[in-house]
T-cell receptor, first 114, second 111 residues
Framework: DAGVIQSPRHEVTEMGQEVTLRCKPI?????LFWYRQTMMRGLELLIY????????DSGMPEDRFSAKMPNASFSTLKIQPSEPRDSAVYFC????????????FGDGTRLSIL | DAKTTQPTSMDCAEGRAANLPCNHS???????VYWYRQIHSQGPQYIIH???NNETNEMASLIITEDRKSSTLILPHATLRDTAVYYC????????????FGTGTSLTVIP
């Protein structure tokens, strides 16, 4: 079975540029999560969607970050303009949405902002 | 969500059982115990979870003590590919609740 698919796997860009990260959740999962992982702060939840609707975006660091889920099979996380401190690994996860169900993670996008 | 305590690192001989402990003495009645692992350059991989009964799947077994204050993840026959950081997470089970990954246990399987 296909897991959560993220693209690109690696992204290197200069500060000030727009960055778009993409995620395809597992088919049939109705909850989607974007996380960011850094050495200093570990894994942090940025935003959570349920049935394509953003439910909790309290973890989004600032207005430069935005996320959309136009349909059940696709989500994007956009950073505009990007800054060096945004460098991190960004993970997307999905789950069936029932309370105890585990979240299944993609392999992440390693983002480097120069 | 309850705090967990895990050893920083462990070694295990290839082919032997790896027993990874986790303390969660402040766990409450509606919190589940989850185990994930993360292999370098990959995303966290779900292993197993449980509430109070012992659980087993194709990857591992989860043993939860009767008072639920600690648990052990057992990899029955460790292979080199099981070398990873293992995270024990205690979490109230509602749909939007995130998973808080602490520092975990770095397991090294030795040939």
């Amino acid at each position: 079975d296909a897991g959560v698919i993220q693209s690109p796997r690696h992204e290197v860009t200069e500060m000030g540029q727009e960055v778009t990260l993409r995620c395809k959740p597992i088919s049939g999962h109705n909850s989607l999560f974007w996380y960011r992982q850094t050495m200093m702060r570990g894994l942090e939840l940025l935003i959570y969607f349920n049935n394509n609707v953003p439910i909790d975006d309290s973890g989004m660091p600032e207005d430069r970050f935005s996320a959309k889920m136009p349909n059940a099979s696709f989500s994007t996380l956009k950073i505009q303009p990007s800054e060096p401190r945004d460098s991190a690994v960004y993970f997307c996860a999905s789950s069936p949405g029932t309370g105890q169900a585990p979240q299944h993670f993609g392999d992440g996008t390693r983002l480097s902002i120069l | 969500d309850a705090k967990t305590t895990q050893p920083t690192s462990m070694d295990c001989a290839e082919g032997r059982a790896a027993n990874l402990p986790c303390n969660h003495s402040t766990i409450s009645g509606n919190e589940y115990v989850y185990w994930y692992r993360q292999i370098h350059s990959q995303g966290p991989q779900y292993i197993i979870h449980g509430l109070k009964n012992n659980e087993t799947n194709e990857m591992a077994s989860l043993i939860i003590t009767e008072d639920r204050k600690s648990s052990t993840l057992i990899l029955p026959h460790a292979t080199l590919r099981d070398t990873a950081v293992y995270y024990c997470i205690v979490r109230v089970a509602f749909a939007g609740n995130q998973f808080y990954f602490g520092t975990g246990t770095s397991l090294t399987v030795i040939p």
